[in-house]
């Protein structure tokens, strides 16, 4: 048994049978940060590197059960959202989080898949900003989750800070937005807004169409961080290395776009 304190994530999110995105991709995470890793299911997507082909949600009393049942016992000390697919989700899982006294609270506002398929119903896009992102305290929208959330069109790095400062305006404390979607020398450069400064994290752009799973893995490598007690900021350094990395070990797997390689840590070890 190992001494002391182990560090707990919860991720609330959906399947991909695939393994590349989705819980799969926050569970590995979680384990390569030496955080114990638990589950609130919130849908089953028949999934592979080519695209989704069957989304099945659970009813919103599954997803709180699953959640009062890690949270009763085991507890936890950061959870992360993923893909909650519906509005009813939504508002069951912002008032599970409303309850907590003092959450670490990682949301990813997953909207479309990178193969292009809706992991969120487009009416559910007002209860995620309205209920949801006010009770985060990181927010990771990607460019096209940005551009929704905001109202701004984003094709230049002006267009980026004004995004950046109105989606911090829906009340989440910290705003990531991601690059992976930015071209030219913006490509791979994520912004960081803490309402005062504008930050960027950058490290090296890696040329391989394996990237699924690179935006998952970096808000459970933000929560994963918190857990371990990082301050918001170096938490979500940390996870930029962390999938920056991984992307330099991603797995051509499959006939579509393979998963980022989450065990680049042990093939070092040789
Ligand atoms: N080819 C790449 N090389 C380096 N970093 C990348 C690459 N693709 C994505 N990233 C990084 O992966 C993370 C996820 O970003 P992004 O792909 O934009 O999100 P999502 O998977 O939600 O669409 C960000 O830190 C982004 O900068
Ligand atoms: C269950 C689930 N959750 C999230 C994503 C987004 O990941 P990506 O942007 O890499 O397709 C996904 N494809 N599937």
């Known amino acids: ?17 695939g393994g590349g995105a989705g819980i799969q991709a926050d569970l590995k995470t979680f384990a390569f940060h030496r955080v114990h890793g638990t589950v609130a299911l919130t849908c089953v997507t028949a999934q592979n590197t080519q695209g989704v082909t069957r989304v099945d949600a659970l009813t919103p009393e599954a997803v709180m059960a699953q959640i009062e049942a890690v949270q009763t016992d085991i507890g ?22 409303a309850a907590l006294p003092n959450p670490k609270v990682v949301v990813d506002p997953v909207m479309v898949s990178r193969t292009g398929a809706i992991l969120l119903e487009a009416e559910a896009i007002a209860a995620m900003q309205t209920q949801l992102i006010p009770l ?12 929704i959330l905001s109202g701004i069109s984003i094709h230049s790095e002006a267009d980026i800070h004004q995004a950046a400062q109105a989606i911090f305006r829906l009340g989440c404390p910290h705003v990531l937005i991601k690059g992976g ?4 020398e913006l490509r791979g450069i ?10 960027k994290l950058q490290t090296h752009w890696v040329n391989t169409p394996h990237t699924h ?6 808000s459970a490598a933000i929560a994963a961080n918190l857990a371990l007690g990082y301050a918001p900021g170096d938490a979500a ?4 290395d962390y999938v920056t990395c991984a992307l330099g070990s991603a797995l051509s797997i499959g006939q579509g776009q393979g998963p980022i390689g989450h ?7 040789g």
């Open 237 to 240: 350094q940390r996870a930029k």
């Open 1 to 17: 048994m190992l001494p002391g304190n182990i560090p707990v994530a919860l991720t609330i999110a959906g399947s991909d049978s």
């Open 263 to 269: 065990w680049y840590p042990l093939l070092k070890q």
């Open 76 to 97: 936890f000390d950061s959870l992360k959202t993923g893909m909650l697919l519906n509005a009813e989700i939504i508002d069951t899982v912002s008032q599970a989080i």
């Open 181 to 184: 979607g930015f071209s030219g």
């Open 190 to 199: 994520d912004f960081w807004y803490d309402g005062e400064r504008i930050l």
């Open 213 to 218: 799973g690179t935006g998952c893995s970096l």
């Open 136 to 147: 985060g305290q990181v927010l990771t929208p990607n460019r096209y989750e940005a551009e």
